[in-house]
C-alpha cells in the first residue's frame, strides 16, 4: 500500500510522468542476523547472497540499454524481527566479464557505493511496516551505457542492510527465536522527460565504506587524517567527486550525538566542507513504530532536532560532493579530516566513501591509488606536535602563516613548536611513501 501511493506522489509531482521506464531489481529479498553464520534458506531467484547482510543482482544488456537520462533509485525496507535502527547500503559492483559468480572478499571486483541509508526503530506489528530511501543517481547514466566499461565487467548492484535481532527476540511479537532482520526492495525509475545525459564517462573508487577513527592508531587524543594518493596517466576535466559520511558511536558522548564540521581537500586547497545533521526528523518519526530514545514520545522542535543529530532513523543519508574544473596528470592527494573527533572511550567511527566522476577522451585509468591514516597530535598545541603513521615519516616541515619556512626535521615523527609564539601554523609532512600534504597547527 505504502508503495503504491509512494509510487503515485512521483508521477503526480511530475517527477517521473509516463514515460518512465521501472526496474526492479530485488523484491522483498530477507535478511538476516548480521552476526550468525551464513543462512541456508533459499536464495531468491536471479540473486546471489553474498552474505547474510547482502544480495547483488545482476544488470541485463537489456536492461541496461533501458535507462533513461534521469535515473531515481528506491530503496524500501521492510520490518521484520530487527526493532533499531541500522545502517544499509547499495554498492555498484564491477565483477570481470563472464565471472559467473563472486565473493565479497573478491579483489578482482571494484566496488562503489552509491547510497546509503537509515533504518527506522521498527516493530512488525505495527504500521507502517516498510520504509522508503530515494536517490538521483543520474550520474549513473553514462556509466551503463558504456560499451567500453561493459565489455570488460558485468555490472551488479548490491543491496546491503545491517540487522540483529536480539532485542527484537524479547520486545516484538511473533520474533521469538527468529533471525530474519528486514526484507529489502531496490527498484530503479528513469525518464529522458527534462533530462539531458551527462557527459561523465569514467567512473574510480577512492575509498569504500572505509572506517575512521583515532583509537586505533594512538592512545593519546588525537586528529585522524584519512589521506589517498592516485596517479592520474591523463588529464581530466569536470572531475566530480561523491563522498557519502556518517559518524557512529551510541556511547555517552559518542560521534552520533556531536555534530563536527568535515573537511576534504584535494591537493591541499580545501574543496568540501560540512557538518552532517541539520534538519529535522520529524517527517520519518510516522516510521519509527518501536518506541525509542531517539524520537521519544513527543515531537521535537526543529532547534532541538539541529542542536545534536547526525543523522535520522528511517532517512536516506546525503550525498554530498564537489566538482573540479581540470586536473593535470600525475599525482594528486585527497585528504579527509574532522578536527575536533574525540571518539570518547575509544568506541564509534566514521564511515567514510569517496568515488570520482569525470569527463575523458581516453579510459581513466586511475593507478596507484593507496589509503593511509596520519595522526596529528596535540592539536593545539605548547610545544611538540607527534605524527603517527604506518608510513614512516620522511621529513615535517613548519610554516608560518605568511608561508615562510621556519624549521624542518627529518626522519623524524615529531617537531618542536615551543620556541614560537601563539598562533596559527602549517606543517608539510612527507611520509616515505612519497605522500605529502599540509597541515594547520594552533600553538597556544
Not at 619556512?405 to 615529531?414: D, F, G
Request: glycine share 6%.
Amino acid at each position: 500500500m505504502y508503495k503504491k501511493l509512494f509510487f503515485l506522489s512521483l508521477f503526480l509531482a511530475g517527477l517521473f510522468p509516463s514515460q518512465t521506464t521501472a526496474l526492479n531489481l530485488i523484491s522483498d529479498a530477507v535478511y538476516y542476523d548480521g552476526y550468525a553464520s551464513p543462512v541456508s534458506d533459499p536464495v531468491p531467484s536471479g540473486l546471489i547472497r553474498l552474505a547474510n547482510t547482502r544480495y547483488a543482482r545482476k544488470l541485463t544488456d537489456t536492461e541496461l540499454n533501458s535507462f533513461k537520462a534521469k535515473i531515481a533509485m528506491r530503496v524500501t525496507i521492510g520490518a521484520l524481527c530487527d526493532n533499531y535502527d541500522r545502517l544499509g547500503s547499495v554498492y555498484l559492483a564491477m565483477v570481470p566479464k563472464n565471472q559467473p559468480t563472486y565473493a565479497l572478499s573478491d579483489t578482482n571486483v571494484k566496488r562503489i557505493e552509491v547510497g546509503r541509508y537509515i533504518t527506522p526503530f521498527m516493530n512488525k506489528n505495527r504500521s507502517p511496516v516498510e520504509v522508503p530511501y530515494t536517490y538521483d543517481l543520474s550520474n549513473l547514466y553514462n556509466v551503463f551505457h558504456d560499451a567500453t566499461l561493459r565489455s570488460a565487467y558485468d555490472l551488479y548492484m548490491e543491496l546491503d542492510v545491517f540487522g540483529v535481532p536480539y532485542a527484537a527476540q524479547t520486545q516484538v511479537s511473533g520474533c521469538t527465536g527468529r533471525i530474519d532482520v528486514f526484507s529489502g526492495t531496490l527498484t530503479f525509475f528513469s525518464t529522458d522527460a527534462g533530462a539531458a545525459p551527462t557527459g561523465y564517462n569514467t567512473m574510480v573508487p577512492m575509498l569504500n565504506y572505509s572506517k575512521l577513527n583515532n583509537y586505533n592508531s594512538t592512545d593519546v587524543t588525537g586528529e585522524t587524517v584519512r589521506i589517498v594518493t592516485f596517479n592520474l596517466p591523463n588529464p581530466i576535466t569536470d572531475a566530480r567527486f561523491f563522498v557519502i559520511s556518517t559518524p557512529h558511536g551510541a556511547n555517552a558522548g559518542g560521534e552520533e550525538y556531536i555534530r563536527r564540521q568535515n573537511y576534504t581537500y584535494i591537493d591541499d586547497v580545501q574543496v568540501l566542507t560540512y557538518t552532517p545533521g541539520g534538519i529535522s526528523c520529524e517527517p520519518y518519526r510516522v516510521y519509527n513504530t518501536q518506541g525509542n530514545g531517539i524520537y521519544g514520545a513527543t515531537p521535537k522542535t526543529f532547534a532541538e532536532w539541529t542542536s545534536w543529530n547526525n543523522w535520522c532513523p528511517g532517512n536516506a543519508v546525503p550525498i554530498r560532493g564537489f566538482t573540479l574544473p581540470a586536473m593535470t596528470a600525475g599525482n594528486h592527494t585527497l585528504k579527509h579530516t574532522i578536527p575536533t573527533a574525540v571518539f570518547n572511550q575509544q568506541q564509534g567511527e566514521v564511515y567514510l566513501s569517496v568515488y570520482m566522476q569525470s569527463k575523458s577522451n581516453t579510459a581513466l585509468d586511475v593507478k596507484d591509488i593507496k589509503t593511509v591514516d596520519v595522526n596529528i597530535y596535540p592539536n593545539p598545541t605548547s610545544d611538540f606536535v607527534n605524527i603517527r603513521s604506518k608510513a614512516e615519516v620522511a621529513s615535517i616541515a613548519l610554516f608560518s602563516i605568511e608561508g615562510r619556512k621556519l624549521i624542518e626535521t627529518y626522519r623524524e615523527n615529531r617537531i618542536d613548536l615551543s620556541g614560537y609564539t601563539a598562533g596559527v601554523y602549517f606543517l608539510n609532512i612527507v611520509l616515505k611513501d612519497g605522500t605529502s600534504f599540509k597541515h594547520k597547527i594552533i600553538k597556544k
